[in-house]
């Protein structure tokens, strides 16, 4: 069972930057795509930023440019740099996995089968 933890979240003003951490057990290294999405209130959940089994990366278009997805498979790590933040960037954040094997599109979270508790990232004056 693998379990996602998030961390990171905080307050910042428009233009700053924050890193978010997600720690992941009993989870293999290189079997899993990862994913991070966002959700505000009344609103789904959308897809950030994903990272597949062989390291390739995608972005939301909303982030291209501002966030960055990296993994650290050492310590079952997934990052997510976010610099030059926006107001429209405030949402809960949580992290993602699902087997590598897994068709569908990366930003679906229906096709996520494990999810961190959510982290909160507010960017405002």
């Known amino acids: 069972q693998v379990q996602l933890v998030e961390s990171g979240g905080g307050s910042v003003q428009p233009g700053g930057s924050l890193r978010l951490s997600c720690v992941a057990s009993?989870?293999?290294?290189?079997?899993?795509?990862l994913g991070w999405f966002r959700q505000t209130p009344g609103n789904e959940r959308e897809g950030v930023a994903s990272i597949d089994s062989t390291g390739r990366t995608s972005y939301a278009d909303s982030v291209k440019g501002r966030f960055t997805v990296s993994q650290d498979g050492t310590r079952n790590t997934l990052y997510l740099q976010m610099d030059s933040l926006k107001p429209e960037d405030t949402a809960t954040y949580y992290c993602?996995?699902?087997?590598?094997?897994?068709?569908?599109?990366?930003?679906?979270?229906?096709?996520?089968?494990?999810w961190g508790q959510g982290t909160q990232v507010t960017v405002s004056p």
């Open positions: 009993g989870y293999s290294y290189g079997k899993y795509c």
């Open positions: 993602a996995a699902r087997p590598a094997r897994k068709m569908g599109w990366v930003f679906d979270p229906s096709t996520y089968n494990y």
